[in-house]
């Protein structure tokens, strides 16, 4: 079996919640079978919306 890359997007900001948890059981068991997790809480990151900046169609 291939192994795969697996991202985590938890946004409950509950620390220990039962998101938390179940993110965390999920996480050891893809580990243990030998996958590469990584896991982001999405709900310390400050994230914003479009500024309509049009940075990204920008060429430097």
Known sequence: ?????????TGS??????SD???DAFMKG??????TVNKIEV???N????KACIMCWTKD
């Open 21 to 23: 948890m179940l993110a």
């Open 47 to 50: 994230v914003n919306g479009c």
């Open 30 to 35: 893809a580990k243990e079978k030998g996958h």
């Open 43 to 45: 709900a310390k990151l």
């Open 1 to 9: 079996m291939m192994n795969k890359n697996i991202l985590i997007l």
């Open 13 to 18: 900001p509950r620390k220990n919640g039962n």
